[in-house]
């Protein structure tokens, strides 16, 4: 598993501005490959606001899920009855309180905060050097 650091932003943002963000950063919107990985996540979110998450129906197969790096979830963590609709393409983490950091999906034009993920070797915190973001909001992952 590659070790990473996340940044929780509280900025409500559209899922296609929240990509572009965490693109700006040198990350990506996070993409969750393990239920101990979603925990600490989950864990993260202490407000009653969902995140958006890295995860999107894929264009050419709309009952298809890809991550922002192209690659098809290995782990899901999909709330009762989601996905259920074709016309959300988009995936956000509800909030922990309400539904337990489970999966929804959503119209990818809704503004909501959005977490991101960077690689621990390139994380400020880790390397120590400034960066747009606050380096004490980034935790890491292994």
Not at 3 to 19: D, E, G, M, Q, V
Not at 115 to 140: D, H, N, Y
Request: charged share 20%; glycine share 6%.
């Amino acid at each position: 598993m590659q070790s990473s650091c996340y940044n929780f932003f509280s900025k409500a943002l559209n899922w296609n501005a929240a990509k572009s963000a965490c693109e700006t950063l040198g990350s990506k919107l996070v993409a969750i490959n393990s239920q101990a990985e979603q925990q600490a996540l989950a864990s993260k979110i202490t407000d009653a606001q969902s995140r958006w998450i890295g995860l999107y129906r894929d264009p050419k197969d709309k009952f298809r899920w890809l991550w922002v790096d192209g690659t098809r979830p290995n782990y899901t963590y999909w709330n009762t009855e989601e996905p259920n609709s074709v016309h959300e393409e988009c995936g956000e983490m509800l909030s922990k309180a309400n539904y337990g950091g489970k999966w929804n999906d959503l119209m990818c034009t809704n503004s909501i905060p959005y977490i991101c993920e960077i690689p621990i070797g390139v994380c400020p915190r880790q390397l120590g050097f400034a960066c747009k973001v606050p380096a004490t909001s980034f935790f890491p992952r292994r």
